[in-house]
């Protein structure tokens, strides 16, 4: 079992930048691939970016490409979104995700889920 806990959200103004934290608990970290995925109103939840279980690799939405950077801190069981050049459309929930084995774009292929963290980006 992992618990996850996402936190930085908060209100930005175009342009700006924001770093979201997945902080987790419960078994290895370091054997779970993560994932950030985000929820618009209205909207289906979509793909933003995921890395691997090693770390090596990282995988990203055309939409953010560029502009976000996924990153892990093994020692703090800690896993980083950077958002940079932020877009109002980029306003939603986002949410931290993990699965054992290989990262994965669809939400359903992933066994915990964050409670969510409200990103607003005003024009």
């Known amino acids: 079992q992992v618990q996850l806990v996402e936190s930085g959200g908060g209100l930005v103004q175009a342009g700006g930048s924001l770093r979201l934290s997945c902080a987790t608990s419960?078994?290895?970290?370091?054997?779970?691939?993560m994932g950030w995925f985000r929820q618009a109103p209205e909207k289906e939840r979509e793909f933003v970016t995921a890395i691997n279980w090693t770390g090596g690799r990282t995988y990203y939405a055309n939409s953010v490409k560029g502009r976000f950077t996924i990153s892990r801190d093994s020692a703090k069981n800690t896993m980083y979104l950077q958002m940079n050049s932020l877009k109002p459309e980029d306003t939603a929930v986002y949410y931290c995700a993990a699965r054992t084995g290989s990262y994965a774009p669809y939400d359903t292929e992933y066994e915990y889920w964050g409670q969510g963290t409200q990103v607003t980006v005003s024009s």
């Open positions: 419960g078994r290895t970290f370091s054997s779970y691939s």
